[in-house]
Every structure is written in structure tokens, then in C-alpha cells.
């Protein structure tokens, strides 16, 4: 009797003792969490990278846009890659022309020299250019000079007539390059666009401005994206 008495003592009583707590699991970043700090680490960086070449370029800006040569206007179209100047000339034949010359940013370059050989010296930088002149009494009708401007020189390429406000031609007959046409040909229209302003000096100027408009339209582009990326 004493030795069950002793036995039931040392039985554990399991339902008074505590349960051991269980241990609590590490905490881990959630996958999300973490993506989070990667994409905003990359936008920082970008928009660091975007804020330098925005300061960059506003410390080395070009000389200022310079005027165009009278009595052109310039329409300047901010955020195309393109420039119009526009002017009316009293014609010798009589009557009122429009001259409009639309002008593209900087697109090709050649060699310093005009036969090719690469001399060292800086490229020649191309602009393409489209003349049209029309009359303010016959505004249906105009003609097209295919031109390129180079720093020094107004190349034209192609002269050919126009029809405005119809249905245009599939494939225009545009006639044969300017350069394969009689020269007394080639000085006549030379000399036609020179008396509408035409000339190597508007050449040198679209160098001039477009090199500006290149600059202020990348500063432009740029401060779009850190827009997009802020926001």
C-alpha cells in the first residue's frame, strides 16, 4: 500500500504541467519588399543620371539662336525635329510669293572634304532641306526644291512642280536630279532662289540655329523622362 502511495507520487501530471512554448519563426523580408528596394534604387539612379546631363548642358550651352535673315519668320515647332521659315516676296514676274522653307535637325555628314578624302579635319554636317514657293494669287500650284544645306553651301538636289488640295500622284514624276540638268539650267534656278533669300547664308544660319534647337530639345526630352519617372 505504501509502495503504490509512492508510485502514484512520482506519476507526472501531465495536465498541470505548462506546454512548452513554441519558438517563434525568424522573420524574413518578403519578396515584395525587397523588389521594392531594388526598383526604387534604379529610379534614383536614374533620375541622378538625368539630373547630371541636365545640368551638364545647361553649364555648356551654345551661343544664343541667332536671327534669321531678313525678312524670314521662323516657326520654331518645339519638341520636332524640324524648323519653317516663312516669308512673302514681291516677285519681278509680279505678284506676291510665299517662300516656306522647312528644315530638319542636323541628319548625316560627310567627310571635311568635298572629294571624300577624310583630311582630319571636322565633318561636314548635312540638314535636308524642302523649299516651296507659291504664289498668293495661284495658292493651288507650288514648286519644290529638294535642297541640302552644309555649313558653307546650299545644295540643290530636285526641282519639280506640285499640285496643293487634291489627291497627290502614288508616284509623282519628280524629273532627273539637279545635277544631271543643263548648267544653264542649274544657274537660272540658283539664281531663282537667290533673289527669294535662298542662298548660302540661310545655309549657315540653319547650321546655326539647328545647333541650338539640337541642344534645347534634348534638355527638353530629358526633363520629360525625369517627369515620367517621378511620377
Not at 70 to 94: I, M, S
Not at 116 to 138: C, F, N, Q, W, Y
Request: with cysteine.
Amino acid at each position: 500500500m505504501a509502495l503504490a502511495r509512492r508510485l502514484l507520487r512520482l506519476r507526472p501530471h501531465h495536465g498541470t504541467l505548462p506546454l512548452p512554448s513554441p519558438s517563434l519563426p525568424r522573420l524574413l523580408p518578403s519578396r515584395t519588399y525587397i523588389s521594392d528596394m531594388r526598383r526604387s534604387a534604379f529610379i534614383d539612379r536614374l533620375l541622378r543620371s538625368v539630373r547630371s546631363e541636365i545640368s551638364f548642358l545647361d553649364n555648356s550651352a551654345p551661343p544664343p539662336s541667332p536671327l534669321p535673315p531678313a525678312p524670314f519668320a521662323v516657326e520654331d515647332r518645339p519638341g520636332e525635329q524640324w524648323a519653317r521659315l516663312r516669308r512673302v516676296v514681291h516677285a519681278a514676274e509680279g505678284g506676291e510669293e510665299e517662300v516656306r522653307v522647312d528644315a530638319t535637325l542636323v541628319d548625316g555628314a560627310l567627310p571635311p572634304s568635298r572629294s571624300g578624302a577624310d583630311t582630319g579635319g571636322p565633318p561636314r554636317l548635312h540638314i535636308s532641306v524642302k523649299v516651296e514657293v507659291s504664289k498668293v494669287a495661284r495658292p493651288g500650284v507650288a514648286l519644290i526644291f529638294e535642297c541640302s544645306a552644309w555649313p558653307d553651301e546650299m545644295e540643290v538636289r530636285r526641282v519639280f512642280p506640285v499640285r496643293r488640295g487634291g489627291p497627290s500622284p502614288v508616284q509623282q514624276y519628280v524629273g532627273r536630279q539637279f545635277s544631271e540638268l543643263d548648267e544653264e539650267m542649274q544657274s537660272a534656278v540658283r539664281d531663282y532662289l537667290e533673289q527669294r533669300g535662298v542662298n548660302d547664308e540661310l545655309a549657315a544660319f540653319l547650321h546655326a540655329y539647328m545647333e541650338n534647337k539640337e541642344h534645347n530639345e534634348l534638355i527638353r526630352w530629358l526633363k520629360n523622362v525625369e517627369l515620367h519617372v517621378k511620377h
